[in-house]
């Protein structure tokens, strides 16, 4: 079965840190563009970060919102069959629930939430 399953969420204060794990089954993530996408309270679903397959065998190119630009990292784990985002310097703006997905798009998991406290 074609899915992907996130983790890693959870409350953390202003500042800190978290790391969400997406991980892939039934088809190989390093072949596929992979993305993270989040979603705030009453508002539509944003495009997080992108991870695309390089031209060479094993590499890889990142994309990153504005937002996240220089806060957040996207990689992935070829082992693993698993894709990160290493978030740092979290503001309260970043809480939301966070979803990973690759194109073309699959069914949608059920995210994992991030909530950023005082």
């Known amino acids: 079965q074609v899915q992907v399953v996130e983790s890693g969420g959870g409350l953390v204060q202003s500042g800190g840190s978290l790391r969400l794990s997406c991980a892939a089954s039934?088809?190989?993530?390093?072949?596929?563009?992979m993305r993270w996408y989040r979603q705030a309270p009453g508002k539509e679903r944003e495009l997080v970060a992108s991870?695309?397959?390089?031209?060479?065998?094993?590499?890889?190119?990142?994309y990153y919102a504005d937002a996240v630009k220089g806060r957040f990292t996207i990689s992935r784990d070829s082992v693993k069959n698993t894709v990160y985002l290493q978030m740092n310097n979290l503001k309260f703006e970043d809480t939301a629930v966070y979803y990973c997905?690759?194109?073309?798009?699959?069914?949608w998991g059920q995210g994992t939430q991030v909530t950023l406290s005082s």
């Open positions: 997905n690759r194109l073309p798009l699959i069914a």
């Open positions: 991870i695309v397959p390089g031209i060479v065998p094993g590499t890889s190119n990142t």
């Open positions: 039934g088809f190989t993530a390093s072949r596929y563009t």
